[in-house]
C-alpha cells in the first residue's frame, strides 16, 4: 500500500486541479495544484520518479478541456519534477535561504515556460502583460504552496 500510496495521492491532486481550479480563478488567473506536488514528489523521490509522475500527470491534463497545447504540461511538470528530485536531500547541506531559493527559481522557471508558450503573441505584443500573467499564476500558486507549509513542510519530507 505504501509503494502505491503516491501514485493515488497523483490522482487525487488531477481530480482537485480538474475540479477546483476553475471554482478558484480569478480572471485568467487559476492555482496549479499539479505543480506543488511534483515539487513535493521530486523532493521525497528524486529526478527519476519526478519526471514519471510530471509525465503521467501531464498527459492526464493534456486529455481535459483545460488543456491548451497537447504536450505542453508534460513537458514542464517533467522538468519541474526533473529539477526538483535534484534537490532530494539538499536541504541538509545547503543553507536554508539557497534551497528555499531554488525551490522558489524551480517554480518560477516552470511558470515562465508555461506562460511563454501558452502567450506567445501576447509576449511578442505586451510584454509588460505578459509578465504580469506569468507573475500573478505564480503568486497565486504560491500562496497555496504556502498555505500547505503549514501542515506539510518541505523541511520534513527533507528528513531535516
Do not use: N
Not at 72 to 90: F, N, R
Request: proline content about 4%.
Amino acid at each position: 500500500m505504501d509503494r502505491i500510496r503516491p501514485w493515488l495521492i497523483l490522482v487525487g491532486v488531477f481530480l482537485l486541479q480538474f475540479f477546483l481550479s476553475e471554482l478558484l480563478a480569478i480572471r485568467y488567473y487559476r492555482p496549479d495544484f499539479v505543480v506543488i506536488f511534483i515539487l513535493y514528489f521530486g523532493l521525497f523521490f528524486g529526478s527519476y520518479y519526478g519526471v514519471i509522475a510530471g509525465f503521467i500527470i501531464g498527459i492526464f491534463i493534456d486529455m481535459t478541456p483545460l488543456a491548451s497545447y497537447f504536450g505542453l504540461s508534460p513537458m514542464t511538470y517533467s522538468i519541474t519534477g526533473y529539477l526538483a528530485g535534484h534537490l532530494q536531500d539538499k536541504y541538509i547541506r545547503w543553507s536554508p535561504f539557497a534551497f528555499h531559493a531554488a525551490w522558489l527559481c524551480i517554480i518560477s522557471f516552470h511558470f515562465l515556460v508555461f506562460t511563454y508558450v501558452r502567450y506567445q503573441l501576447l509576449f511578442e505584443v505586451d510584454i509588460v502583460q505578459y509578465l504580469l500573467r506569468w507573475f500573478l499564476t505564480m503568486t497565486y500558486t504560491l500562496i497555496f504552496l504556502l498555505i500547505l507549509q503549514f501542515f506539510f513542510p518541505i523541511k520534513r519530507i527533507q528528513g531535516a
